[in-house]
């Protein structure tokens, strides 16, 4: 049910080319990206500022989704490149405000279900540390709440720095180019949660080591 819901939104973002044309589309993509977690978007219309948005971005590349792309016009690594930087520059505003506003920040932004996806980011955050920044990006209710927790529990920059790189580049620049791709061997469409499952499965062994490690020490 997810996956069709994933396809179909695809298919709707995608429709934005024919109304916007490549340099408005690559700025909605890009600005939407960064909203999603610099602005708490994703908070509130995840699917639209998440894995749709990217995948349908690397399809309207391909000249795929739908008819309403025209092969060559937005350049796939342009658009790649952009989503994997604004990505991580959503983050690192999300981080920057968390660190510098604290605890009542992100209090300020509780509501029902928002109360539960925070503190299950909070453990997660606690449990995997590095990590939980990396693995976050491919998870629609951590990704938008670990950034400002790394913030205030004042994770150093430069950690968080080079994790958000990773995860940015591995989601944002991954997954467009999973989109487009996909519109030429439809076996990459089918297999486009599995690349993301590979990431995340890799990240979380890398992690569980890492958390052995530091209860050995």
């Known amino acids: 049910m997810h996956a069709l819901i ?44 998440g894995d749709s948005l990217v995948f349908a971005a690397g399809l309207v590349a391909a000249g795929g989704a739908g008819t309403h792309a025209i092969a060559g016009q937005v ?14 520059l959503g983050d690192q505003v999300g981080y920057t405000l968390g660190r510098h506003f604290g605890r009542p920040y992100l209090d300020k932004r509780k509501g029902a279900w928002l109360h539960s996806a925070i503190a299950r980011s909070e453990k997660f955050y606690t449990a995997w540390g590095w990590w ?21 529990a004042k994770m150093n920059y430069y950690k968080f720095f080079s994790a958000n790189a990773v995860g940015a580049l591995a989601w944002g620049t991954g997954l467009t ?41």
């Open 132 to 152: 939980a920044v990396v693995i976050s990006r491919f998870m629609p209710w951590a990704r938008v709440f670990v950034p400002p927790i790394a913030g205030v």
């Open 6 to 49: 994933h396809l179909s939104i695809s298919d709707q973002i995608s429709g934005w080319y024919a109304q916007t044309g490549p340099v408005l589309f690559y700025a909605l993509v890009w600005a939407l990206v960064f909203a999603g977690t610099g602005l708490f978007v994703g908070a509130f219309v995840p699917f639209i500022t």
């Open 75 to 88: 350049n796939i690594w342009i658009m790649a490149i952009g989503v994997g930087f604004f990505a991580w």
């Open 177 to 217: 180019l999973t989109g487009y791709f996909a519109a030429t061997i439809p076996a990459v469409k089918s297999a486009s949660y599995g690349i993301a499952g590979f990431f995340i499965i890799a990240s979380l062994i890398a992690g569980l080591r890492t958390w052995l490690k530091n209860r050995q020490a």
